[in-house]
């Protein structure tokens, strides 16, 4: 039996041989072959770069092995404004407008790389609204050079689509807007502490007209940021402050100007000489602001402080002061929610999986700024010193992505004689309203 196994079992190796398929080379240069597959497949761009495209928040489009992702969207705002109060003779016109319509296009790389631009169509013309690029391989440290908004003011930097209301506040005519800068941010301790400090050229979207740059820096808390608990999970309180220098002449440190209804309120007023001045030193800000979101209960409140030093007629230096605040209430009917930053999340839309109506949001906000007379006493410019501002708001969200806003807003100002304001008709306008209707879709 012994001598029948060994020709039995040297058959079987041979036939097993014959079925497998042939290797070359030693198992030191297979392995190493092998090593080296891997190591092509690890490279940014190689092996694995299928690209898969579809539609989640805008048209998407990433790698397998995702080195690259990107997106594109889209976005557009059309306003109805209407003034109850006023017509055509009082130099109110009653109009549809295209707030603004843009393009979005994103892309990150390596997961470490991104960069956004944002070009918009607007009634004045076309611009680019964003346009940076980032590091941002950690949560904790990222850093940003480009066109983005200063990190002050926690309304002023809701994205225009996001805004709770039309229109913002008349705390926002106060605040910094989209600079050209760099800016170092991050949320360390998993989201609790956010930071961004940055320095900015301070003269809008185009180049600077001095060396001097503008500081800003941003620290906001979220106490519940890692508790299961809504109640306080979504509470965030923030700090802003912005330091520069201004360089300008005949001009007010920001435009005196109503946001809904495009009113300036102090100014040249005709009746008086106008001085000449210079806005040649400091500048600064100081702001504080609280956002807390409970289920579909939505609470906002902010103060800012303004100070710049002027200079009149070539001799005499004053600095004018002025601060604003604002408190405001939402509720959304159906039990949606809103985070701050983020598309609104819309639990039973329209014609959805589960047959819904969307949901309505109705908003409630009071807010007033009030400032110095310096710009009056020095320089001949007159009109009202205080502005206060109450206004309400219904928005229809039928899904996340289209929306429809109806915002009443009322806007009271001095009723002294000596800085009431007139419109072309010879009116009195201690006060004016805006019926403002939003109509948006974006992706």
Same mark, same amino acid.
């Given at each position: 039996?012994?001598?029948?196994?060994?020709?039995?079992? /040297?058959?079987?190796?041979?036939?097993?041989?014959?079925?497998?398929?042939?290797?070359? %080379?030693s198992l030191e240069d297979r392995v190493k072959a092998l090593e080296m597959k891997e190591e092509e497949k690890a490279k940014p761009g190689g092996g694995g770069d299928a690209v898969g495209a579809y539609f989640d928040d805008g048209f998407r489009f990433k790698t397998d092995n995702g080195s690259f992702e990107g997106r594109i969207g889209a976005y557009a705002i059309v306003h109805y404004?209407?003034?109850?109060?006023?017509?055509?003779?009082?130099? *109110?016109?009653?109009?549809?407008?295209?707030?603004?319509?843009?393009?979005?296009?994103?892309?990150?790389?390596?997961?470490?790389?991104?960069? *956004?631009?944002?070009?918009?169509?607007?009634?004045?013309?076309?611009?680019?609204?964003?346009?940076?690029?980032?590091?941002?391989? @950690?949560?904790?440290?990222?850093?940003?050079?480009?066109?983005?908004?200063?990190?002050? &003011?926690?309304?002023?930097?809701?994205?225009?689509?996001?805004?709770?209301?039309?229109? #913002?506040?008349?705390?926002? =005519?106060?605040?910094?807007?989209?600079?050209?800068g760099v800016m170092i941010h991050g949320s360390p301790l998993d989201g609790v502490v956010n930071y961004a400090v940055g320095v900015f050229n301070g003269n809008g979207v185009g180049g600077d007209e001095n060396s001097d740059k503008d500081i800003a820096a941003r620290v906001s808390?979220?106490?519940?940021?890692?508790?299961? &608990?809504?109640?306080?999970?979504?509470?965030?309180?923030? %700090?802003?402050?912005?330091?520069?220098?201004?360089?300008?002449?005949?001009?007010?440190?920001?435009?005196?100007?109503?946001?809904? $209804?495009? $009113? =300036?309120?102090?100014?040249? $007023?005709?009746?008086?000489? =106008?001085?000449?001045?210079?806005?040649?030193?400091?500048?600064?800000?100081?702001?504080?602001?609280?956002? @807390?979101?409970?289920?579909?209960?939505?609470?906002? /409140?902010?103060?800012?402080?303004?100070?710049?030093?002027?200079?009149?007629?070539?001799? +005499?230096?004053?600095?004018?002061?002025?601060?604003?605040?604002?408190?405001?209430?939402?509720?959304?009917?159906?039990?949606?929610?809103?985070? #701050?930053?983020?598309?609104?999340? =819309?639990?039973?839309?329209?014609? %959805? +999986?589960?047959?819904?109506? %969307?949901?309505?949001?109705?908003?409630?906000?009071?807010?007033?700024?009030?400032?110095?007379?310096?710009?009056?006493?020095?320089?001949?410019?007159?009109?009202?010193?205080?502005?206060?501002?109450?206004?309400?708001?219904?928005? *229809?969200?039928?899904?996340?992505?289209?929306?429809?806003?109806?915002?009443?807003?009322? *806007?009271?100002?001095?009723?002294?004689?000596?800085?009431?304001?007139?419109?072309?008709?010879?009116?009195?306008?201690?006060?004016? +309203?805006?019926?403002?209707?939003?109509?948006?879709?974006?992706?």
């Open positions: 039996m012994r001598l029948l196994t060994w020709p039995a079992a /040297a058959l079987a190796v041979l036939l097993a041989a014959s079925q497998a398929p042939a290797q070359t %080379g404004t209407s003034f109850p109060r006023f017509n055509e003779g009082d130099g *109110y016109t009653e109009n549809f407008s295209i707030r603004e319509a843009g393009a979005e296009l994103y892309g990150r790389l390596w997961g470490a790389w991104e960069v *956004y631009v944002r070009p918009r169509v607007m009634p004045g013309g076309t611009d680019l609204y964003y346009g940076w690029v980032e590091f941002n391989k @950690w949560d904790c440290l990222k850093v940003r050079a480009g066109l983005f908004k200063e990190p002050y &003011s926690r309304e002023r930097l809701e994205d225009v689509k996001w805004m709770d209301m039309p229109e #913002d506040s008349i705390l926002s =005519i106060m605040t910094p807007g989209r600079y050209l808390i979220r106490p519940g940021a890692k508790m299961e &608990s809504d109640i306080i999970k979504h509470l965030s309180i923030g %700090g802003s402050l912005t330091w520069g220098k201004a360089e300008s002449d005949n001009v007010t440190p920001f435009e005196f100007r109503s946001p809904g $209804t495009g $009113t =300036i309120w102090n100014g040249n $007023t005709g009746s008086a000489v =106008i001085s000449s001045w210079e806005n040649n030193d400091t500048v600064q800000r100081l702001g504080a602001d609280l956002s @807390w979101n409970v289920g579909p209960v939505s609470l906002k /409140a902010e103060m800012s402080a303004f100070k710049n030093k002027v200079e009149f007629n070539d001799s +005499d230096h004053e600095t004018f002061r002025a601060k604003a605040w604002y408190g405001q209430v939402g509720f959304w009917l159906l039990g949606s929610t809103r985070l #701050d930053g983020h598309r609104p999340d =819309i639990k039973k839309p329209l014609f %959805g +999986d589960k047959g819904g109506f %969307g949901d309505v949001q109705l908003i409630g906000r009071y807010a007033s700024l009030r400032m110095g007379d310096t710009y009056e006493e020095h320089a001949g410019l007159g009109g009202s010193r205080s502005v206060t501002e109450w206004s309400v708001g219904v928005n *229809y969200y039928p899904n996340a992505y289209v929306r429809v806003s109806v915002m009443y807003v009322n *806007y009271r100002y001095d009723r002294e004689d000596s800085r009431r304001l007139f419109t072309a008709n010879g009116h009195r306008l201690d006060r004016e +309203d805006a019926l403002i209707v939003r109509a948006q879709i974006d992706f």
